[in-house]
């Protein structure tokens, strides 16, 4: 995913001017740096910029005073600034724009930069740096912006000369959603963004020599695939995040639909296929269900569809391998391509192309699946699924079962234009269980890094975004705290977000693996000094709501949605000796799953 890192004002290839990129207009004015940074945010059609001023920015600020078609919106730390746009970019497809100063301001941005290129999620974080004459002086508030980020963006810019921002601008913005889209980083030096330069408009096109990605597939190996996986016995359609980044949903559904092969979606893919269809075997991986997984293993043609065979997905590569299967593997990215597990047809494109390209020849064709086959397979898969490996004991009421909150919140929100967030852990686990996503886009999560934190600040930049929906941010009283002075940021640009705390006192999915890899010696994972939350959610200007018994769960969702207008903070008191069910441990294989309690 990374191309080379080249500084704008040198650099051949992807930073020299070329004619491609001429002007949308031949008359000149003379702007500020920091004038035509805006320019070019207001031609890319930016409406919202997270962001925390100091003093490397203040030019760029002064600039965003003068203006009133984007608006900024103040957070309370730079790493929430990043995640609130990444968050807003996951929800709408659009590039999230992000705003920090030099030296700390980048380093607190660092976590939410690296948590979006994890899960390829196309943004620009535009970073102030000390005068170029300071730069590699030890300045005040300087530090190596570019070879900090350097691992973890899809590519990034030092901009020395305020004639190329308008040049670097649209590169970063090409960069970082064509492809297979990432966070792209612009580091703008303050003399750069005070100095006069002659402008004449935003680039209309971008060209670079060394980033052409490829979109179309190549035909005889999608033909090749398709015989394939038209001539299986026991077919597997298995789906990542690709599947929504390049908005080939519908694509995917009308594959599976005409073929009638069972589907499962990764962690970062749920919502591309319907969970409530017959065809969808729920989620797959450590916390996969047992149909999906032992699906996954048993096979014998499987297509996977923008996803990457990651360690959460398929356990233990070597178990993996020992069924003999033909892969076929369609990605954008050819390096994540037998990356992980060697396939036997690799194509190489856009997957919403591609897929359309395999209705058409499958509509054209007269092949079609073998039905006897397919039926056998569908009769073996229905044994699994009805192991209900789901399926939790409730209690008897006086205690709260997160699973419940989850599913009381589905029940209530399921007809409704939804959004549900999520920080990391056994919470994120559940939601991901248990509230059956039917809509792509509606379930946003940090996948990749696993980033504590990010729940709040990415239901922020959603509700900017659908202003109307519902947002739900599902999380746990250890991650709630990462990030939580953006109640503070909720208040301020009236965001009315819902946050649901699965409060178990414990740092949960650490506890669990605790109690079942280290023979329960919970080493720091019991969180011994809370808050109370309901006073504190009160203390920002929101609504606190404490719900300790199940009777009471639903009244209370049915309350804090009754509050349209009103953040509110529900604490609920959930069950801490509660796991997540199924689980496959580090280092197993796919199928060696521990279903409840009794296998441990």
Request: charged residues 20%; neutral net charge.
């Amino acid at each position: 995913m990374e191309i080379s890192k080249v500084e704008i004002s040198s650099a051949a290839g992807v930073g020299q001017r070329s004619p491609s990129g001429s002007a949308s207009s031949s008359h000149s004015e003379e702007l500020r740096g920091a004038e035509v940074l805006v320019k070019c945010l207001q031609a890319e059609g930016v409406r919202y910029v997270w962001g925390y001023p100091g003093g490397a920015v203040l030019h760029i600020y002064d600039a965003f005073y003068k203006q009133d078609t984007i608006q900024h919106v103040l957070v309370r730390h730079e790493q929430a600034a990043v995640h609130a746009a990444d968050g807003y970019a996951r929800a709408t497809g659009d590039v999230g724009v992000a705003l920090v100063t030099s030296g700390p301001g980048v380093t607190n941005a660092i976590t939410g930069i690296a948590t979006a290129y994890m899960d390829s999620i196309p943004m620009v974080i535009v970073t102030g740096q000390v005068p170029t004459a300071a730069i590699g002086l030890d300045a005040f508030q300087e530090c190596d912006t570019v070879g900090i980020t350097r691992p973890i963006v899809k590519h990034n810019f030092l901009v020395k000369d305020a004639r190329d921002m308008a040049e670097v601008m649209k590169k970063a913005f090409h960069i970082a959603r064509s492809g297979r889209p990432g966070p792209v980083v612009v580091d703008i030096p303050k003399d750069v963004s005070f100095k006069k330069v002659p402008y004449s408009g935003y680039p209309t096109s971008v060209e670079m020599r060394s980033y052409n990605p490829v979109r179309k597939g190549h035909g005889g190996q999608i033909r090749k695939a398709l015989a394939l996986l038209l001539g299986a016995k026991r077919p597997y359609i298995y789906t990542g995040g690709g599947v929504l980044m390049s908005e080939a949903t519908s694509e995917l559904r009308a594959l599976v639909d005409m073929l009638g092969y069972p589907c499962t979606n990764t962690l970062m893919g749920l919502g591309a296929y319907p969970a409530s269809d017959r065809k969808f075997l729920g989620m797959l991986g450590m916390h996969g269900t047992f149909e999906a997984n032992n699906a996954m293993q048993n096979c014998d043609v499987l297509l996977a569809v923008g996803a990457r065979f990651d360690d959460r997905v398929i356990g233990n590569p070597k178990h993996f391998a020992q069924n003999d299967r033909k892969i076929i593997h369609i990605d954008i990215d050819p390096s994540s391509i037998s990356k992980r597990v060697k396939v036997d047809i690799p194509i190489v494109g856009d997957v919403k192309d591609v897929l359309g390209e395999m209705i058409a020849m499958i509509r054209d064709g007269n092949a079609r699946p073998d039905a006897q086959a397919l039926a056998a397979w569908w009769e073996t898969i229905e044994g699994w699924r009805r192991r209900e490996c789901l399926r939790y004991d409730p209690g008897n009421g006086e205690v709260i079962k997160p699973q419940f909150v989850v599913e009381t919140l589905w029940n209530m929100t399921r007809d409704r234009e939804t959004y549900i967030t999520s920080d990391v852990g056994q919470h994120q686990m559940w939601a991901a269980q248990y509230y059956r996503f039917d809509e792509p886009r509606r379930w946003i999560n940090s996948g990749g890094l696993g980033t504590m934190g990010v729940g709040i600040p990415y239901a922020m930049g959603i509700k900017m975004a659908k202003p109307d929906a519902e947002v739900f941010c599902i999380t746990g009283e250890g991650s709630v705290q990462m990030c939580i002075q953006e109640l503070s940021t909720c208040l301020q640009y009236n965001t009315p977000i819902k946050i649901v705390s699965l409060n178990n006192r414990y740092l949960g999915m650490v506890r669990q693996w605790q109690e079942i890899d280290y023979e329960g010696r919970y080493s720091h994972s019991y969180m011994d000094a809370l808050p109370n939350f309901v006073k504190l959610a009160e203390a920002y200007g929101h609504v606190g709501l404490l719900v300790e018994k199940a009777q009471d769960v639903e009244p209370a969702l049915r309350e804090a949605r009754r509050l349209k207008d009103r953040t509110v903070f529900l604490d609920f008191r959930t069950d801490p000796t509660e796991n997540v069910f199924p689980m496959v441990k580090a280092g197993m294989g796919l199928t060696e799953m521990l279903l409840g309690s009794e296998d441990l």
